[in-house]
Structures are given as C-alpha cells and as structure tokens.
C-alpha cells in the first residue's frame, strides 16, 4: 500500500497535466486524501486551464468541507491581484458548505476595494452568512463602509447599489449597536 504522500505526490504530478481526465482523476485523490496543503496549487491551475478543467477545480473547491481551508482561502484572496481569478474563487465560497462569518469584514473590504462583479460576489457570500456577529465585526465593517462612500465618489451606479445592499445588511445584523451606517441610497 502506498503511503500518503508517494498518493499525494503522484496526483499533484497527474494534476499539472492539461488532459482533462487525468485532472479529474487528481482531484478526486486531492478529495480523498483531504490535504489542504495542495490548495496554492489547485489556485494556481485555475490561472490558465479549459473551460472542463476550470469547471471541476471550481466545484472541488465548493466541496471543501475542513474548516482549516478557510484560512487557505482567505490568504489567497487578499494576496491575488488578479481581479478575475479572485472572483472565481469568491464564487466557490458563496457555493461553499464552510461559512465565513468571522470574515465580514474582509468580504465588506474586498468588495469596497474591487469591481462590480467582486462586490457582486462579496454580496452573495455576505447575505449567506448567519450571524451572530461579534460586535467588533460589525464596528469593523461599518468604517470600511463608511470610508467606501467618503473615496468612491467616482464609482459606478451599479457597484454603489451593491455597497448599498451590503451596509443594509450589516445595519439589520447591528440592531443593537448605537452606530449608524452613512450610505445613502
């Protein structure tokens, strides 16, 4: 029997294939062997892979279901600068079975900071969590909100709507908290 990480090994090789079943074939061992180490690995498939590819790396990683991944993926996301490539990820996350709502406001920062479709994005991960959040969180996401409307002077309609949508959210969560969110509709 082989050991775990001659498996392991082996499936990163067959992963850095461009044939699509020998791809699918190394993920299905990255799912079985369940090590989060190969993660910077898989996001870094998704830079230039097919379409087939692409679509099975991405439902890979919405099937992730150890809670240590989420460290993994929130690292990724505040290191890329890829706006494109973010936004695929951000897509796994919104479709993930992990919740991220110790992570308000970094998804309240990516969105203020990156395009429509980021925002976008941010705003569906956003209206799945749960609550409740910690009073700090909500504090922490209200001055990232207010500090959008202060510089976005210049930002499209669409994405401020979307900005918009998300302060409501954090103003519904903040029943109890005396501090008012500055975003005008």
Known sequence: MQSKKVKLSEALKQFQSNVET????????????????????????????ELGIEKAILGFLSDI???????????????EKEQALRQKVLTTLWNSKLTYDE????????????????????????ENMQGPFAEHELLESQLLLKEYVEESTNEDEQ?????????WFIKEQNEGIDADLLIED
């Open 22 to 49: 020998d791809v699918l074939a190394a993920l299905k061992l990255f799912e079985q062997q369940g090590d989060i180490s190969i993660l910077p690995t898989v996001f870094e498939k998704l830079r230039s892979c």
């Open 159 to 167: 994405k401020r709507q979307i900005m918009s949508e998300i302060a």
């Open 103 to 126: 992570h308000l406001p970094f998804f309240v920062m990516l969105a203020s900071t990156g395009d429509f479709m980021q925002a976008l994005e941010c705003l569906t991960i956003i």
């Open 65 to 79: 279901q150890k809670v240590e991944a989420k460290a993994v993926f929130i690292q990724f996301l505040s290191e």
